[in-house]
C-alpha cells in the first residue's frame, strides 16, 4: 500500500462546478496535510494545508479532513480553466523528531472545460 | 523576497558523468529539501538539509549525496549517471521544514 494515495484521473469538470479531489493515507501518526498545485511544467506551489480534523475554507478553496478514516480532500468551487493542473496531495509526520517527513501522492490531474 | 533559485535549469548528460545541482533558498530559509519527480514515480524526497546537516533521506542509493553550506545553499550530486536518473529535480526551502515547502523552478536533468 502506498504511504499516500490519489486517483490519478484525469478529472475532468465543467467551468463553473465543484471539482472533488481526494487522498488517502496510511500512517495514523500523519499531523498535517497539504494540498500543492503543480501546472504543467512548473513547480509544486502550496495552495493550503490542513492540521485538525474538519473543514477549513480560503477562497474557492475547501479543505476537508477525516483522521479516523485517514482521508484528506480538496474542493475547488466554481472551478475555471486557470484551475487545470495537477494537484498532489502530501502528508507530514514528525515520527516524534523535531523535523519529520513529507510525503506525496502521485498527483492528480484536473481538467476544467468551459 | 526573492524566490528559490536552481541552476543550471537543464543539463545533459551521459551514462557513468556525475552532475553537480545548486540551489539557493528563499532567504532565512534554513531548510533545503531534494526530490526527484518523473511521470512514473511522481515526486520522491531525497534529502533534507538543516543547518548544514542532513536530517532526513529518502530510498535513495548511495550515488545522491548533497551538502548545505552556512549560508543554507545547497547543492545535490549524482555520481554514476543512470538513463532512469532523467528527471525533474527540485530544490524546496522552508523555514523550519515542517511540511511547508516553497518549490524552485526545477533542474530538468537527461541522461544519454
Known amino acids: 500500500q502506498k504511504e499516500v494515495e490519489q486517483n490519478s484521473g484525469p478529472l475532468s469538470v465543467p467551468e463553473g462546478a465543484i471539482a472533488s479531489l481526494n487522498c488517502t493515507y496510511s500512517d495514523r501518526g500523519s499531523q498535517s496535510f497539504f494540498w500543492y498545485r503543480q501546472y504543467s511544467g512548473k513547480s509544486p506551489e502550496l495552495i493550503m494545508f490542513i492540521y485538525s480534523n474538519g473543514d477549513k475554507e480560503d477562497g474557492r478553496f475547501t479543505a476537508q479532513l477525516n483522521k479516523a478514516s485517514q482521508y484528506v480532500s480538496l474542493l475547488i468551487r466554481d472551478s475555471q480553466p486557470s484551475d487545470s493542473a495537477t494537484y498532489l496531495c502530501a502528508v507530514f509526520n514528525a515520527g516524534g523528531t523535531s523535523y519529520g517527513k513529507l510525503t506525496f501522492g502521485q498527483g492528480t490531474i484536473l481538467t476544467v472545460h468551459p | 523576497k526573492a524566490g528559490v533559485t536552481q541552476t543550471p535549469r537543464y543539463l545533459i548528460k551521459t551514462r557513468g558523468q556525475q552532475v553537480t545541482l545548486s540551489c539557493s533558498p528563499i532567504s532565512g530559509h534554513r531548510s533545503v529539501s531534494w526530490y526527484q519527480q518523473t511521470p512514473g514515480q511522481g515526486l520522491q524526497f531525497l534529502f533534507e538539509y538543516f543547518s548544514e546537516t542532513q536530517r532526513n533521506k529518502g530510498n535513495f542509493p548511495g550515488r545522491f549525496s548533497g551538502r548545505q553550506f552556512s549560508n543554507s545553499r545547497s547543492e545535490m550530486n549524482v555520481s554514476t549517471l543512470e538513463l532512469g536518473d532523467s528527471a525533474l529535480y527540485l530544490c524546496?526551502?522552508?523555514?523550519?521544514?515542517?511540511?511547508?515547502?516553497?518549490f524552485g523552478p526545477g533542474t530538468r536533468l537527461t541522461v544519454l
Open positions: 524546496a526551502s522552508s523555514p523550519r521544514g515542517l511540511g511547508e515547502q516553497f
